[in-house]
Structures are given as C-alpha cells and as structure tokens.
C-alpha cells in the first residue's frame, strides 16, 4: 500500500531551508532572470491562513495552510508552490498566500497603500489530466475593473533529464521519477528509471568536481532521490536496485562521518611530517579520500599546523 507521508512536501521543504542557493537557477529559468548563483537569498517568514477541511467522519475541522517557499532574491520577491497534484482550491490559496506577502512589504500613507504583489509559480511533481498549464486570479472590483494575476505552471512531466542538468535545476532532480510512480510501485520493469537515475548521478559527480555543487549539497540531493525513491516503492523489490544507484545509504552515519574525519586527520598530519607543502597534502587528500578540493582544503585547515 502506498504511504501517505508527505515525503515530497518535507523533501522541498529541507532543500529550501538548507539548499536555497540551488533554487536560484529555478527562479532564473521560470521567470527569465538572471541571477548569479552567488546572489543573496533570503527565505522570508511563510505565515499561513486558517480554512476548513474534511473529517474521516464528516465534521470540519480547522487547519493552518503555509505557503511552500518565499524568496527574496535583491528587492525582489518569488512564490513558488510545490504540489504533488492539482486542487480545486490552488489558485485561491496562491491569492490568499500572495497577499500575505505583499503585505510584508506594503507601503502605505493616509488614505493609501500599496501592496506589491511577487511573483509566484506552481511546480507540480506528477501530471494528471487536469493539471492546469497556468494558473489566474482574476481580481473584480465594483466599478467594472478587472485584473488578471497570472503565471505559467511548471510541470516537471514536460521536462527532459537532458534539459535539468543543462538549466542546472537542481531542486527538480529528486522529484524526476515521480513520473514513474505507477511502474514503480507495481513493481514493474525499471531499467528506463536506473538508466535516468544513473544519468542524474554521474550528472552531479561532473558538477560536483567542476565545483557547480558542493560535497553538500550533491549528498543531500541524492539522499532527497532516495527518499521519494523509498516512498514510492514502499519496500517492494525495486527499492533496493534503485536506491543503490544514488549509492545505497547516502547520509552517513556519526561513527561513519568519526572515521572519516579520523582518516583526513591522519593523511593530513603524516603529510606534514613527511614535508609535504599544503598544495601537496590537499592532493594526497583528494586522491586517497576520494573528495573534491574544497573538501580536502577544509580538512588541511581543521587538522593541518601552518608551515612556517
């Protein structure tokens, strides 16, 4: 039986919180900007509304709706939505979200206000036939004036492994085989998902090494693939064939990351015993740990004693 668990919305939610640099080439490619990958984000404060919602034995019960991520990139402000499928409600909770934000940086005087709403955008993870290609909020006022607030829908069926890796949408990776839900948890052949999950891969080995991401962040994105990879599957027979792709268990364990550091210590030190200069040491480092030079630059720093 599948799990109800909302592994995709917490997969988002971490990379948003510990990855937000990552979302800057989404930002880029939705809404044709151009930020550096080095541009400040700030995650803004993502306050909810109140709304009514089902019971199992037909009463209402009250719930908090939080926006999905808000993001401030310079002066200016992006709402991004992450869904699984569409809803009835979507376009009137991205009003109700918008508006909150806005009000975050409403200008006002006596007898006026000006409230700049962002910019939003809807990624939905799986396609159904009644996944909307845009979504607008049509704004009717007394006097006859109308104004739509509108926006493409993102809907990652449409996009190709090719052209994540190129655009560099990081955030997108872990939710790719989203499209092979059915397939995957009928326990269908996989050999088309192993074969996208290992282009993915060797994908962010190469970005990885070309210093596009960090050990950090690489690590965590194929922890994310697990992670939906371990939902969907649900412990049938291809979880384990398709969780080694990424490299089996990906989060280290502490007695693992103590031998780890155990062993760049002893490199590091028996290097500088040898006379090794710090260019040496960091590629004796790189070559016996197996890490990238920014690694093995923090390991000299931590373990190393400066050479006079």
């Not at 990855?19 to 939705?30: G, M, P, W």
């Not at 104004?147 to 790719?176: A, G, H």
């Not at 780890?260 to 040898?274: F, H, P, S, T």
């Amino acid at each position: 039986m599948q799990k109800t668990s909302q592994d995709y919305d917490n997969v988002f939610k971490t990379m948003k919180s510990k990855h937000k640099r990552l979302f800057i080439s989404v930002i880029n490619n939705i809404f044709g900007t151009g930020y550096p990958m080095d541009a400040q984000v700030t995650v803004l404060p993502s306050e909810g509304y109140l709304t009514e919602s089902g019971t199992m034995n037909g009463n209402k019960a009250i719930e908090e709706k939080i926006s999905d991520f808000l993001i401030r990139i310079g002066q200016d402000v992006y709402l991004l939505e992450c869904q699984s499928y569409n809803d009835d409600s979507m376009a009137i909770r991205i009003a109700e979200y918008a508006f909150i934000a806005a009000r975050q940086t409403a200008v006002w005087d006596i007898g006026h206000v000006t409230i700049p709403m962002p910019r939003f955008s809807i990624i939905y993870v799986k396609r159904t036939n009644r996944t909307p290609r845009t979504t607008t909020v049509t704004f009717t006022f007394p006097d006859g004036q109308s104004v739509d607030y509108k926006s493409d829908n993102v809907i990652l069926d449409d996009l190709t492994r090719e052209y994540i890796v190129k655009e560099r949408l990081f955030p997108y990776i872990p939710f790719y085989i989203a499209r092979y839900e059915k397939e995957i948890s009928l326990e269908k052949d996989v050999a088309h998902v192993v074969a996208d999950l290992a282009y993915f891969r060797d994908a962010m080995l190469c970005l990885r090494d070309t210093g596009e991401l960090s050990d950090g962040e690489m690590i965590d994105l194929m922890g994310f693939v697990n992670t939906i990879i371990t939902h969907i599957t649900n412990g049938n027979k291809n979880e384990e064939r398709l969780v080694n792709v990424m490299g089996g268990t990906i989060i280290e364990t502490e007695s693992e990351k103590w031998m780890r550091r155990g062993q760049a210590k002893m490199i590091v030190e028996l290097g500088q015993e040898d006379g090794l200069d710090d260019a040496s040491v960091i590629e004796r480092l790189q070559k016996k740990m197996g890490v990238s030079f920014e690694t093995a630059s923090m390991y000299l720093a931590q373990y190393g004693r400066r050479l006079g």
